[in-house]
């Protein structure tokens, strides 16, 4: 039972904060510090990347009147067809630089201090930008040019270390770039899914052969859980976005990193 509730602890964390500019994986990296799923690092690590597929399947849920072809669609068919093409494009560099340096940066940096200061780093990039932000230049995803989004693609790598967060990255590189602000979560999100399938993926055929019957009873609660608050973090976030800037999600990283730095130097966090 310990366990089951230590799974569905994880599986909020994850679906509340993948998808905000927050960082999950900081966030699932701090939590896991402090509370061990098991004795098994190995599936340790599984379960944080493997409960991020349900997360995925709800941004589709969501957002499937814009991403699949049909009567309901807000984009036409080959506009569909348009979008997909950014995204893959969009893809190229994580899937890239992912495989080149993915295990490393995981060996290094998965670690409450790196994640401290990645979170505080990065809430001052959000506040500073909405600071600077000016008028956009692109207010839907057909009209971003295949260089622009090539360029949000490498902004995402940055995500690589934990803390960064994958949404955050791609939303300020976005609206440097000179999409709104809608446009920039709107296209953070469905890049999201074939950037995330991939780690995923990866994960499972790596971790798969590995993982015993009650640890796949876990990943099977933590998935429905994943899903049900991700879809709706994304539901919020898109709502929230329309009257509000990102000005708040910076402030509470800046707030969080310091909570974390104080807990390491108390040594609350073992950072060995």
Same mark, same amino acid.
């Given at each position: 039972?310990?366990?089951?509730?230590?799974?569905?602890?994880?599986?909020?964390?994850?679906?509340?904060?993948?998808?905000?500019?927050?960082?999950?994986?900081?966030?699932?990296?701090?939590?896991?510090?402090?509370?061990?799923?098991?004795?098994?690092?190995?599936?340790?690590?599984?379960?944080?990347?493997?409960?991020?597929?349900?997360?995925?399947?709800?941004?589709? #849920?969501?957002?499937?009147?814009?991403?699949?072809?049909?009567?309901?669609?807000?984009?036409?068919? *080959?506009?569909?067809?348009?979008?997909?093409?950014?995204?893959?494009?969009?893809?190229?560099?994580?899937?890239?630089?992912?495989?080149?340096?993915?295990?490393?940066?995981? *060996?290094?940096?998965?670690?409450?201090?790196?994640?401290?200061?990645?979170?505080?780093?990065?809430?001052?990039?959000?506040?500073?930008?909405?600071?600077?932000?000016?008028?956009?230049?692109?207010?839907?995803?057909?009209?971003?040019?295949?260089?622009?989004?090539?360029?949000?693609?490498?902004?995402?790598?940055?995500?690589?270390?934990?803390? $960064?967060?994958?949404?955050?990255? $791609?939303?300020?590189?976005?609206?440097?770039?000179?999409?709104?602000?809608?446009?920039?979560?709107?296209?953070?999100?469905?890049?999201?899914?074939? $950037?995330?399938?991939?780690?995923? +993926?990866? $994960?499972?055929?790596?971790?798969?052969?590995?993982?015993?019957? *009650?640890?796949?009873?876990?990943?099977?609660?933590?998935?429905? #859980?994943?899903?049900?608050?991700?879809? +709706?973090?994304?539901?919020?976030?898109?709502?929230?976005?329309?009257?509000?800037?990102?000005?708040?999600?910076? #402030?509470?990283?800046?707030?969080?990193?310091?909570?974390?730095?104080?807990?390491?130097?108390? +040594?609350?966090?073992?950072?060995?």
């Amino acid at each position: 039972m310990e366990s089951i509730i230590k799974a569905i602890v994880l599986a909020i964390v994850e679906g509340a904060t993948e998808f905000l500019p927050v960082s999950s994986t900081g966030h699932l990296i701090l939590v896991e510090n402090w509370i061990k799923l098991s004795d098994d690092a190995d599936f340790n690590a599984a379960f944080m990347v493997m409960i991020q597929l349900p997360a995925i399947l709800s941004v589709v #849920v969501y957002f499937r009147h814009t991403i699949f072809p049909g009567p309901k669609n807000e984009y036409s068919n *080959e506009e569909v067809k348009q979008l997909w093409l950014r995204v893959m494009v969009a893809v190229v560099p994580a899937l890239g630089l992912g495989y080149l340096f993915g295990d490393l940066i995981q *060996e290094k940096l998965f670690a409450p201090f790196p994640v401290a200061c990645a979170l505080f780093v990065g809430g001052i990039a959000l506040i500073v930008l909405e600071k600077a932000m000016k008028e956009p230049k692109f207010n839907t995803s057909v009209e971003l040019p295949f260089k622009t989004v090539f360029l949000i693609g490498l902004f995402q790598c940055l995500a690589m270390v934990p803390g $960064t967060s994958r949404s955050a990255a $791609t939303i300020i590189g976005a609206m440097l770039l000179g999409t709104s602000r809608p446009l920039a979560a709107r296209f953070s999100f469905i890049l999201a899914i074939p $950037t995330m399938c991939a780690a995923t +993926g990866y $994960t499972i055929l790596t971790s798969g052969a590995t993982i015993h019957s *009650e640890q796949w009873g876990l990943l099977a609660i933590g998935s429905v #859980v994943s899903f049900l608050v991700a879809y +709706g973090s994304v539901a919020g976030l898109m709502k929230f976005i329309q009257n509000h800037t990102f000005t708040a999600f910076g #402030v509470y990283r800046i707030v969080l990193a310091v909570v974390v730095l104080i807990a390491i130097w108390t +040594g609350f966090y073992d950072t060995e």
